[in-house]
Nanobody
Framework: QVQVVESGGGLVQAGGSLRLSCAAS????????MGWFRQVPGKEREFVAA????????VYRDSVKGRFTISRDNAKNMVVLQMNSLKPEDTAVYYC?????????????????????WGQGTQVTVSS
């Protein structure tokens, strides 16, 4: 199993930047594909970005392409979501998620139902 904890959320003005970090426990972090999701009250949790276990494959939702970057450091058991040019519509609670995948897999998931382990979330608020 793996446990993940998000940090780095906060309040920022539109056009600003935030860096979200996801720290994972366990010695097998490199066996997990990782994803970031977000959720606002009354709406379903939505996909933001995902990265394969070795970092070779990445995917983003269309509305964040060119503004957000997902990366990982398997030596530090860390996944980072760098968010630039933030917009008020990016306001949400952001969650980090993990899914165990097979050796050599370039898999990443874009549905929250594909992930098994979740953090508690970190609030991101973008003011206009």
């Amino acid at each position: 199993q793996v446990q993940v904890v998000e940090s780095g959320g906060g309040l920022v003005q539109a056009g600003g930047s935030l860096r979200l970090s996801c720290a994972a426990s366990g010695r097998t972090f490199s066996s997990y594909a990782m994803g970031w999701f977000r959720q606002v009250p009354g709406k379903e949790r939505e996909f933001v970005a995902a990265i394969s276990r070795n970092g070779g494959s990445r995917v983003y939702r269309d509305s964040v392409k060119g503004r957000f970057t997902i990366s990982r450091d398997n030596a530090k058991n860390m996944v980072v979501l760098q968010m630039n040019s933030l917009k008020p519509e990016d306001t949400a609670v952001y969650y980090c998620a993990a899914h165990l995948v097979g050796s050599g897999s370039g898999w990443y998931g874009v549905s929250p139902y594909e992930y098994d382990y979740w953090g508690q979330g970190t609030q991101v608020t973008v003011s206009s």
